[in-house]
């Protein structure tokens, strides 16, 4: 039975992942206010009832979508983090650098910016939870292993002043992603207090 239930969920993530994919690469050709389930269902070769039953409705797949791409800058910002161990300073410059670089390379979050996608900014802006818990756990993580003295409450404080910030560049951006990585790399070590 428990192996009948693994390849059903192994099925299962495949079709979502395949689902959001699709939603995504419609997304980025005709922008989010064009894009139906039924377009979805046809790029992913489905039913538009299946997608409907995997997400509930374009909220859900929305929400999905914007999930998945703030799941993978967050893998790779943490990749950038951990590989400077315990300093502070150059692991959140790589990894700030790293998220406003991609953020202006990535077609989806161009998009989303320039209001070509104006239903998904939400979950950029306004839901900003989605992308705090994503990226709060990489940063919390990095800090309860290289800064373990630093008290629970100024990690947290340090962790979503710097994801705040970093996301305001991506929608206004001031100066040159490297100019602005490295000025909130400095916040960032002053508010843990390791700078």
Same mark, same amino acid.
């Given at each position: 039975?428990?192996?009948?239930?693994? +390849?059903?969920?192994?099925?299962? /993530?495949?079709?979502?992942? *395949? =689902?959001?994919? $699709?939603? %995504?690469?419609?997304? &980025?050709?005709?922008?989010?206010?064009?894009?139906?389930?039924?377009?979805?269902?046809?790029?992913?070769?489905?039913?538009?009832?299946?997608?409907?039953?995997?997400?509930?409705?374009?909220?859900?797949?929305?929400?999905?979508?914007?999930?998945?791409?703030?799941?993978?800058?967050?893998?790779?910002?943490?990749?950038?983090?951990?590989?400077?161990?315990?300093? +502070?300073r150059?692991?959140?410059? /790589?990894?700030?650098?790293? *998220? =406003?670089?991609? $953020?202006? %390379?990535n077609?989806? &979050?161009?998009?989303?910016?320039?209001?070509?996608?104006?239903?998904?900014?939400?979950?950029?802006?306004?839901?900003?939870?989605?992308?705090?818990?994503?990226?709060?756990?990489?940063?919390?993580?990095?800090?309860?292993?290289?800064?373990?003295?630093?008290?629970?409450?100024?990690?947290?404080?340090?962790v979503?002043?710097?994801?705040?910030?970093?996301?305001?560049?991506?929608?206004?951006?001031?100066?040159?992603?490297?100019? *602005?990585?490295?000025?909130?790399?400095?916040?960032?070590?002053?508010?843990?207090?390791?700078?």
């Open positions: 039975m428990e192996v009948r239930s693994s +390849a059903r969920e192994a099925h299962r /993530a495949i079709l979502r992942e *395949t =689902l959001i994919r $699709a939603a %995504r690469d419609l997304t &980025v050709e005709r922008g989010w206010d064009s894009v139906r389930m039924a377009d979805v269902a046809a790029r992913a070769g489905v039913s538009r009832q299946t997608v409907y039953n995997e997400f509930r409705g374009r909220a859900g797949l929305a929400e999905a979508l914007a999930v998945s791409e703030v799941q993978h800058f967050a893998q790779r910002v943490r990749a950038a983090l951990f590989a400077h161990g315990a300093d +502070a150059a692991g959140s410059y /790589a990894g700030i650098l790293l *998220t =406003l670089e991609d $953020a202006t %390379r077609p989806l &979050v161009r998009g989303i910016v320039a209001g070509g996608h104006g239903g998904l900014l939400p979950y950029l802006t306004i839901r900003s939870d989605i992308v705090l818990t994503a990226a709060g756990a990489v940063l919390t993580e990095w800090a309860g292993v290289h800064l373990p003295k630093v008290p629970p409450a100024t990690v947290a404080l340090a979503d002043s710097v994801i705040r910030l970093t996301v305001s560049h991506i929608v206004l951006p001031a100066e040159t992603p490297a100019a *602005t990585a490295a000025e909130l790399a400095e916040v960032f070590v002053r508010l843990l207090g390791v700078g």
